[in-house]
């Protein structure tokens, strides 16, 4: 598998009941590329700020986003990607109101059903906050490379 290039990083984040051999209720991946020239708040994701003021502060500094992939599984009968919810990222600044508009927009590209697993109104409601919680983890990733930060505040 390539490396990522520079001011790249993903995640993946798993929904399940249990940490076990589970299947998940619902799968999110992203990989975030940032434009980062000479960003000051490296260490502002160690607060206990609201993710909206920690969001503030990216808008700030012109915190920018040139490549966004965001992808789910468990939401369609096959995995997707919300290329949709994607474009609208690319380019932009990040801010709260952003990453919040491009949550509700990967909600709106999946089709979920229910299962025994998970009601679909409860996969809809669960694509939004993990969304937002995999571009968080992924630009903190970016930001703070082989840092790990406990507790884990924001997701």
Request: proline share 5%; net charge positive.
């Amino acid at each position: 598998m390539p490396r990522f290039g520079e001011n790249t990083a993903s995640v993946y984040i798993k929904h399940t009941r249990r940490a076990a051999m589970d299947l998940p209720i619902i799968g999110v991946a992203a990989r975030i590329t940032l434009d980062r020239n000479d960003v000051k708040c490296r260490d502002v994701l160690c607060t206990m700020e609201p993710i909206a003021g920690i969001m503030g502060l990216f808008e700030d500094e012109g915190l920018r986003c040139v490549d966004a992939r965001i992808a789910m599984g468990v939401v369609a009968p096959r995995p997707i990607r919300a290329k949709k919810a994607e474009a609208v990222l690319k380019g932009k600044v990040l801010s709260g109101k952003l990453v919040a508009e491009v949550a509700e927009i990967a909600e709106s590209e999946a089709s979920p059903r229910d299962s025994i697993r998970g009601e679909a109104w409860y996969r809809s409601e669960m694509i939004k906050v993990l969304v937002r919680r995999a571009i968080m983890k992924a630009i903190d990733r970016v930001l703070r490379p082989g840092e790990v930060v406990y507790p884990e505040r924001l997701w």
